[in-house]
């Protein structure tokens, strides 16, 4: 299956959000400097907790301060998030490609968020020290993706690197 063919799909990130919660968005943005973001994300996430585009603000508001428990948690709620709106199952080892099929052209592009997703999930479980975890979804990735459109497998490549010089 080739996760590059979305053509034509609508992105998360051309999903329409209320006013108020994309004001918050923006607010947050303007404070990330000043250190008073995060209030305003955490509201957003209130008000839209299934909004790709917040959890993706709020991911990387995490990722980039650093905290990456948080940034996991985040990650986690896109994949339920996805997983829901694609009827798959959320438990990545269940993932097979006739889940990955199923919702056919029109799924694309949300399929691809939920394994970029994963991705990010699998590199923040490494970065936390929790290697095993994080190299079996990779190893899941490389299995659903053959023609290797999400590079997991380089990442898996430099895990196996930084092991070997270990």
């Known amino acids: 299956m080739d996760l590059m063919d979305f053509e034509g799909e609508n992105l998360y990130f051309e999903e329409s959000l209320p006013a108020e919660?994309?004001?918050l968005i923006q607010t947050a943005g303007g404070l990330y400097g000043e250190g008073g973001a995060e209030q305003p994300l955490?509201?957003?996430l209130r008000q839209a907790p299934e909004s790709l585009n917040v959890l993706v603000a709020a991911y990387r508001f995490y990722y980039y301060q650093h905290r990456l428990e948080d940034a996991l948690r985040?990650?986690?709620q896109a994949?339920?998030?996805t997983a829901r709106r694609l009827d798959i199952p959320l438990a990545w080892a269940l993932l097979s490609e006739a889940h990955l099929s199923q919702g056919?052209?029109?799924a694309m592009a949300l399929l691809r968020f939920h394994l970029l997703s994963l991705k990010a999930e699998a590199y923040l479980l490494l970065r936390l020290g929790r290697q095993e975890e994080g190299k079996a979804i990779l190893e899941k990735l490389v299995a659903?993706?053959?023609n290797n459109r999400l590079?997991?497998?380089q990442l898996l490549e430099v895990v196996g690197v930084v092991e070997a010089e270990a």
């Open 21 to 23: 919660v994309e004001d």
């Open 42 to 44: 955490l509201e957003a």
């Open 74 to 76: 985040i990650a986690g």
């Open 79 to 81: 994949l339920a998030v």
């Open 104 to 106: 056919g052209p029109a």
């Open 144 to 146: 659903l993706d053959s």
């Open 151 to 153: 590079g997991a497998q």
